[in-house]
């Protein structure tokens, strides 16, 4: 992993390229159109010069002034008239030549007022965590497509409700989740056998959060016990630096573990693990843990204080039934 000052400059280059590819795209398409529709590309000439026309108006004030300028303001009214009347009758969006940005609210330049957009503070944490396909992979997550079919009616006769029952309440759970983030502190704990949708959930939250605009940051239980490690390695004799990974654990406002139980940790990075939890707890910012262990394994597995918080400040959602992935295997061989 990079520094972190490289990062940053490797993201600002991003934004530049990410304009200049949005400029030359506009430019391309503009191209195109105005040869298939050449009076457009007369009209938005005639429209510039009429501008400049009024520009030196206001500036010159003649006696005339007043007529003159409500001449060219109805010329310019009438050539936008006819340039709309143009692309309506050809089926084309009266935006077409408008840029389209990926962020409106920076406009895509990483900046609101000379402040960090939260755009740029997810891509810094995208490029440092080498989650840059994150909403890639996302993209056709989201919670519309969540099957709850492939979950059966059956009652389970310990817990006496069914696995579809069951996943619809914990569907319900993650949707309000994403839906009152701002209003409510919530932890989740997302828990029970593999195939039953967990990270598919999570990622529908992480998708649904970063679409609102807030930071995520997604990591696996091994990646993050890798970084803890990596990290102590690299600050041996330096370990009054504070490392750098921890600032971003903290400050992302929503952080997601997933498959925790399947990392190999020591003393040391479970004790960092404890921080994590502890302090985000703490400072009311919210984490979703997903793991295939059950309770009894995580209270075994983990230390005590760390199954404290979990238990005492998490939501716990038990996902039961039959791995849904042979079903939809098989049901893709039907
Ligand atoms: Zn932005």
Redo the contacts with the bound molecule.
């Keep these: 992993m990079s520094g972190k000052t490289e990062i940053y400059k490797e993201v600002l280059r991003d934004y530049e390229r990410l304009r200049s590819q949005k400029s030359a795209e506009l430019r391309e398409k503009q191209t195109q159109l105005y040869k298939k529709f050449p009076r457009l590309a007369d009209i938005e000439r005639e429209m510039n010069i009429t501008g400049v026309r009024l520009a030196r108006l206001i500036l010159e004030q003649p006696v005339d002034y007043i007529q003159k300028a409500e001449r060219l303001r109805k010329h310019t009214a009438e050539l936008k008239t006819e340039k709309l009347e143009i692309l309506r009758s050809n089926r084309i969006p009266e935006n077409f030549l408008e840029l389209s940005y990926n962020?409106t609210?920076?406009?895509?330049?990483?900046f609101?007022d000379g402040k960090e957009?939260?755009?740029?503070k997810q891509k810094l944490v995208d490029k440092a965590y080498d989650q840059s396909n994150l909403k890639d992979i996302i993209k056709n997550e989201n919670f519309d497509f969540f099957d709850i079919r492939y979950y059966s009616t059956e009652k389970d006769p310990e817990r006496n409700i069914s696995p579809r029952e069951n996943i619809q309440d914990i569907l319900a759970v993650c949707i309000k989740f994403t839906q009152d983030f701002d209003k409510k502190f919530q932890n989740l704990l997302l828990y029970g056998k593999t195939g039953l949708g967990k990270t598919f959930l999570c990622n529908c939250m992480a998708k649904e959060l970063l679409d609102s605009g807030k930071t995520v940051m997604y990591v696996t239980a091994s990646q993050l016990f890798k970084l803890i490690e990596e990290d102590r390695f690299n600050r041996i004799g330096d370990e009054d630096i504070p490392s750098h990974y921890m600032d971003d654990i903290l400050s992302v406002d929503l952080f997601i573990i997933d498959d925790l139980g399947t990392e190999f940790s020591t003393i040391l990075s479970s004790a960092e693990l404890f921080n994590i939890i502890n302090t985000r707890l703490i400072n009311r910012k919210p984490v979703v843990i997903s793991t295939n262990l059950s309770m009894e394994d995580i209270i075994n597995q983990y230390s005590d204080r760390i199954v404290s918080r979990i238990v005492g400040s998490y939501t716990s959602l038990e996902f039961f039934g039959d791995d849904i992935r042979m079903i939809k295997k098989f049901d893709m061989m039907k």
Excluded: E, L, P, R
């Excluded at 609210?105 to 990483?110: E, L, N």
């Excluded at 957009?117 to 740029?120: A, G, H, I, M």
């Design positions: 962020c609210k920076c406009h895509d330049t990483g609101i957009c939260t755009c740029f």
